[in-house]
Nanobody, 125 residues
Framework: QVQLVESGGGSVQAGGSLRLSCAAFGYTYGTAWMGWFRHTPGKEREGVAGIYTVDGSTYYTDSVKGRFTISQDNAKNTLYLQMNSLKPEDTAMYYC??????????????????WGQGTQVTVSS
């Protein structure tokens, strides 16, 4: 049974930074895809960043390029999302997701099989 547990969310002022962590239990890194998604009420869940854990290739949605960095620590079975220069529009519930299948579209929620419970990020202006 795969379990993903996010942490690191919180409230910051615009321009600040946060680092989200996703601890994976029962999931083997280096097998396929992991990603970070975010959701705000009234909007669809949005793919923020994805990583192909086999070779470490990373992908980002345009609005976070240059500000967010996704990374993995295979030894700790942990996924990270470093978020810098945060903006009020980054406010959302952030979710970690994983799959052992090849995700041709890393930004599509349906490509993933496992989800964490989410961690709230609030950015004030």
């Amino acid at each position: 049974q795969v379990q993903l547990v996010e942490s690191g969310g919180g409230s910051v002022q615009a321009g600040g930074s946060l680092r989200l962590s996703c601890a994976a239990f029962g999931y083997t890194y280096g097998t396929a895809w992991m990603g970070w998604f975010r959701h705000t009420p009234g909007k669809e869940r949005e793919g923020v960043a994805g990583i192909y854990t086999v070779d470490g290739s990373t992908y980002y949605t345009d609005s976070v390029k240059g500000r967010f960095t996704i990374s993995q620590d295979n030894a700790k079975n942990t996924l990270y999302l470093q978020m810098n220069s945060l903006k009020p529009e980054d406010t959302a519930m952030y979710y970690c997701a994983a799959t052992n299948r090849y995700a041709s579209r890393w930004y599509v929620p349906a490509e993933y099989d496992y989800w964490g419970q989410g961690t709230q990020v609030t950015v004030s202006s």
